[in-house]
T-cell receptor, first 112, second 112 residues
Framework: DAGITQSPRHKVTETGTPVTLRCHQTENHRYMYWYRQDPGHGLRLIHYSYGVKDTDKGEVSDGYSVSRSKTEDFLLTLESATSSQTSVYFC???????????FGDGTRLSIL | EDQVTQSPEALRLQEGESSSLNCSYTVSGLRGLFWYRQDPGKGPEFLFTLYSAGEEKEKERLKATLTKKESFLHITAPKPEDSATYLCAVLSGYSSASKIIFGSGTRLSIRP
């Protein structure tokens, strides 16, 4: 299995609070991705990174920010959480943009 | 608009009953198509990559094929442990314009 760890695995928080999710990899892959998965929508890309301090927006980036200060860590931040951001969040990694991505086991985030 | 559609949404089979899952796509500049398996509470697990029409890949009871408009995941003599959601994802475009789109998945259930 690809060495990907997501933390926390579960989180419940209140509307308006900041939330940070962490993805840690031990594979030294260049690319890292954050997705959200919702019923009926499949996996949707939030942000991705193609190197340290190099990031770009995905399909559903509004309300989210990311940072990557080290190759192995990719952080996803919800500055002010809203109920519409209740979802399961997955981190993925890949060595190149045209190579398959490998996923972590997700973070289940509930915003009340 | 680029689109990936998987059918059927759900499929129930008897153990040993072979069938196929479909992934149809309309994208500009296909660079690759990926199949994943996802178990409840887990992240997607990579199965296959297909890069060009006519290509086929096999793994145990699974065989993936690709045409210019769709991909099939054939499952031969399935067992209960093959029960999962199967996702396809299409990679299109190049460089900064490249993107990956996931289908919503097919929930496969195999009865003993």
């Amino acid at each position: 299995d690809a060495g990907i760890t997501q933390s926390p695995r579960h989180k419940v928080t209140e509307t308006g609070t900041p939330v940070t999710l962490r993805c840690h990899q031990t594979e030294n892959h260049r690319y890292m991705y954050w997705y959200r998965q919702d019923p009926g929508h499949g996996l949707r890309l939030i942000h991705y990174s193609y190197g340290v301090k190099d990031t770009d927006k995905g399909e559903v980036s509004d309300g989210y920010s990311v940072s990557r200060s080290k190759t192995e860590d990719f952080l996803l931040t919800l500055e002010s959480a809203t109920s519409s951001q209740t979802s399961v969040y997955f981190c993925a990694i890949s060595p190149g943009s045209n190579q398959p991505q490998h996923f972590g086991d997700g973070t289940r985030l509930s915003i009340l | 608009e680029d689109q990936v559609t998987q059918s059927p949404e759900a499929l129930r089979l008897q153990e040993g009953e072979s069938s196929s899952l479909n992934c149809s796509y309309t994208v500009s500049g296909l660079r690759g198509l990926f199949w994943y398996r996802q178990d409840p509470g887990k992240g997607p697990e990579f199965l296959f990559t297909l890069y060009s029409a006519g290509e086929e890949k096999e793994k145990e009871r699974l065989k993936a094929t690709l045409t210019k408009k769709e991909s099939f995941l054939h499952i031969t003599a399935p067992k209960p442990e093959d029960s999962a959601t199967y996702l396809c994802a299409v990679l299109s475009g190049y460089s900064s314009a490249s993107k990956i789109i996931f289908g919503s998945g097919t929930r496969l259930s195999i009865r003993p």
